[in-house]
T-cell receptor
Framework: GAVVSQHPSRVICKSGTSVKIECRSL??????MFWYRQFPKQSLMLMAT?????????EQGVEKDKFLINHASLTLSTLTVTSAHPEDSSFYIC???????????FGEGSWLTVV | TQLLEQSPQFLSIQEGENLTVYCNSS?????LQWYRQEPGEGPVLLVT?????EVKKLKRLTFQFGDARKDSSLHITAAQPGDTGLYLC???????????FGDGTTLTVKP
């Protein structure tokens, strides 16, 4: 089946630095990718919708200058957490919709810890 | 903003018992998905329901989509410890091009 891969799976960074998380669709092309944030034992909160070749659409309350999203190709979207703070520590998950638009596939998630 | 209310939020049962998780909204969705997620991993799709009134069975899991496509339920028969996990429903709004997730149901099945 279709696979969405996230890298890194775990990252620790110092407060004030920036960290990039990649989301790749390995065997299909995705015009749309989604980025979510999830706190322990809670549901997924949509942060932004990323469309290939255009600017991401951010959900209300999500700072676009802090969470930079780039979707430069049909198989790659990146989320950069800029000037990270401990409260940004969370589980970040991406998903990708195939070109036919019928199915959404989720990545394995990336744990970010800001110290 | 479309909201999905999932209930119960937490459920702890003994192996062999049956359970039902509900997903309700005041909004109509073009389709609805159910996912199961284990700690530290991404959600895994269980089923997609599209047609109002649709019922789908996946071994011991039965999924139902409401006639008005506003609500759904997941019924598990004879639960097993391997069913333990976070169950999420997600309603898809084709016009908006995105999905809304329910709050999740944390299921624990004790042996």
């Amino acid at each position: 089946g279709a696979v969405v891969s996230q890298h890194p799976s775990r990252v620790i960074c110092k407060s004030g630095t920036s960290v990039k998380i990649e989301c790749r669709s390995l065997d299909f092309q995705a015009t749309t990718m989604f980025w979510y944030r999830q706190f322990p034992k809670q549901s997924l909160m949509l942060m932004a919708t990323s469309n290939e070749g255009s600017k991401a659409t951010y959900e209300q309350g999500v700072e676009k200058d802090k969470f930079l999203i780039n979707h430069a190709s049909l198989t790659l979207s990146t989320l950069t957490v800029t000037s990270a703070h401990p409260e940004d520590s969370s589980f970040y998950i991406c998903s990708a919709r195939d070109l036919e638009g019928n199915t959404i596939y989720f990545g394995e998630g990336s744990w970010l810890t800001v110290v | 903003t479309q909201l999905l209310e999932q209930s119960p939020q937490f459920l702890s049962i003994q192996e062999g018992e049956n359970l039902t998780v509900y997903c309700n909204s005041s909004s109509v969705f073009s389709s609805l998905q159910w996912y199961r997620q284990e700690p530290g991993e991404g959600p895994v799709l269980l089923v997609t329901v599209v047609t109002g009134g649709e019922v789908k069975k996946l071994k011991r899991l039965t999924f139902q989509f409401g006639d008005a496509r506003k609500d759904s339920s997941l019924h598990i028969t004879a639960a097993q410890p391997g069913d333990t996990g976070l169950y999420l429903c997600a309603g898809e709004d084709t016009n908006a091009g995105k999905s809304t997730f329910g709050d999740g149901t944390t299921l624990t099945v004790k042996p």
